[in-house]
């Protein structure tokens, strides 16, 4: 039976918080208004209104990058320099100075907003890798908990709340992609993964607030970008996202009093709650901690990585083909590779600066290192042969076929076929079309080919005889395809 003395942070919508939110807001407009109408309210002034800090507080406000002139001496902050990780650092030399003594338990956070991580998480995974490459413990820290409350950083709006039975079966999607980076086990530098629901769940919300909401300030809360562009934008920001910022610090309390962990990395977009975790240490336990982020990477186009144009490019296989992974990197922007290749591989930096000679058709080498790279770390070398055939075939207009397992399948029975199946509800199975009417658009546009040959009527059926070898091939456009098999 539930002990109803126990209340989730989820439950967070605590009134005297909400109403001194309010007021702080409310008195600090009445307050910046009535000075300003007296012509005297100065800009200091305004900020003292606004967002009233101790001095013992460190600032919130976004730092710039770290100087790329920095010395260094550990070689996980070597590589996060030398590749292009690094952005900001709370404190990087005495970061540097603790690397070079010994092994540093450090962590990165990841939702469970969906069933797998998509290629913008691929850059967190690799930092963590390159963390225990270079002697270091990974912590890999899955949001059973803050899933729940949903981070409110980047976003216009407020995200759909899970049930806890949604978030237990995506922890368990997104969980399958970190053993193929990382090496788990026992050992000193071995990963562990943690799921932040083990505390939170369980702390009870007089308790919490005696003991730490007091470090936390509503006016310093509203000073943190997320807040205040969400706020400038209108959107609306409720409560408990609000304090989505508390439970990421608190995270980074109880992992450190768990397993030693005193570095927290992430996107720069959650410098405010990281440093909030940095501070809470430092107030709770008198503890050093430290965080880091990494730049939040975008393509040639300015486009925010983990989207193209058919969707989410996810790392799970049963979500996205090997071979549309693959084709993916294969794609990517000549202005992007050498960048890309630094990030998203391992391959040498004397490597990467011989390719980054490359010029004219001869990029296109260089975009196909970079896929079978990736493409290797996450899948395994197993599927680049029939990855490349797959390839070759398409490339060179369908003279054979696919390798099997590479192409995105469906199946259709037998009777289906019999009575004839829609080449647009075939379309639209394989996910090249999001309605029929888009369908429709793009077969009768003449984007849509059936065995490498154009077709443009959205009206065609396929019978018994199309299937005559049993499947066939739908294209669209000239870097998507499929196959479709009669059972």
């Known amino acids: 039976m539930r002990d109803t003395r126990a209340i989730s942070l989820g439950v967070l919508l605590m009134s005297a918080i909400q109403v001194a939110a309010l007021r702080s807001v409310a008195v600090a407009r009445t307050g910046a208004s009535s000075l300003a109408r007296r012509g005297a309210f100065s800009s200091a002034a305004r900020r003292r209104a606004f967002c009233v800090l101790s001095d013992a507080e460190t600032s919130t406000d976004t730092p710039a990058p770290v100087d790329s002139s920095a010395a260094v001496s550990s070689q996980f902050l070597k590589v996060m320099h030398s590749r292009g990780y690094l952005y900001q650092c709370s404190n990087l030399a005495e970061l540097d100075e603790l690397m070079c003594k010994g092994v540093v338990p450090a962590y990165l956070g990841f939702d469970a907003t969906a069933s797998s991580l998509h290629v913008g998480s691929l850059?967190?995974?690799?930092?963590?890798?390159?963390?225990?490459?270079?002697?270091?413990?990974?912590?890999?820290?899955?949001?059973?908990?803050?899933?729940?409350?949903?981070?409110?950083?980047?976003?216009?709006?407020t995200r759909q709340m899970l049930t806890d039975e949604q978030i237990a079966s995506n922890i368990a999607g997104i969980s399958q992609v970190f053993s193929r980076f990382l090496t788990f086990g026992d050992g000193p530098t071995d990963a562990v993964l943690v799921n932040n629901d083990e505390w939170l769940s369980k702390l009870q919300y007089l308790p919490f607030l005696r003991d730490y909401g007091r470090f936390f300030t509503i006016n310093r809360m509203l000073s943190f970008d997320s807040v205040k562009q969400r706020l400038a934008r209108e959107q609306p920001l409720t409560l408990i996202e609000f304090n989505y910022m508390i439970f990421q610090a608190y995270d980074f309390l109880e992992l450190n009093r768990r397993y030693g962990c005193q570095l927290q990395m992430g996107g720069s977009d959650q410098w405010g709650n990281m440093v909030s975790g940095v501070e809470l240490g430092r107030r709770a336990d008198s503890a050093s901690l430290f965080a880091l982020t990494a730049p939040l990477i975008t393509t040639?186009?300015?486009?925010?990585?983990?989207?193209?144009?058919?969707?989410?490019?996810?790392?799970?296989?049963?979500?996205?083909?090997?071979?549309d992974y693959?084709?993916?990197w294969r794609n990517t922007a000549d202005a992007?590779?050498?960048?890309?290749?630094?990030?998203?591989?391992?391959?040498?930096?004397?490597?990467?600066?011989?390719?980054?000679?490359l010029k004219g058709q001869a990029i296109n080498d260089a975009k196909q290192i970079l896929a079978d790279e990736t493409t290797r770390m996450l899948h395994g070398d197993e599927c680049l042969a029939g990855i490349k055939q797959t390839a070759a075939q398409l490339f060179a207009g369908g003279g054979g076929a696919a390798a099997e397992g590479t192409l995105p399948t469906i199946e259709v029975s037998e009777i289906e076929v019999t009575k004839g199946v829609s080449f647009v509800e075939l379309f639209l199975r394989l996910e090249f079309a999001k309605t029929r009417s888009e369908a429709k658009r793009m077969i009768t546009a003449g984007g849509a080919r059936l065995n490498d040959e154009k077709v443009t009527d959205a009206a065609l059926l396929l019978d018994v005889d199309a299937f005559s070898a049993g499947e066939v091939k739908i294209s669209s456009g000239k870097k998507k395809h499929g196959l479709v098999k009669m059972q």
């Open 326 to 328: 693959w084709q993916y």
């Open 300 to 323: 040639a186009d300015g486009k925010k990585m983990g989207k193209s144009l058919g969707g989410a490019v996810w790392l799970n296989a049963d979500l996205l083909t090997p071979y």
């Open 123 to 157: 850059l967190q995974i690799m930092i963590l890798r390159h963390l225990q490459r270079s002697g270091h413990k990974p912590v890999v820290l899955v949001g059973g908990g803050t899933t729940k409350i949903g981070d409110p950083s980047g976003r216009d709006s």
């Open 336 to 357: 992007d590779v050498i960048k890309f290749l630094k990030l998203f591989t391992e391959l040498p930096d004397v490597h990467i600066a011989e390719l980054a000679d």
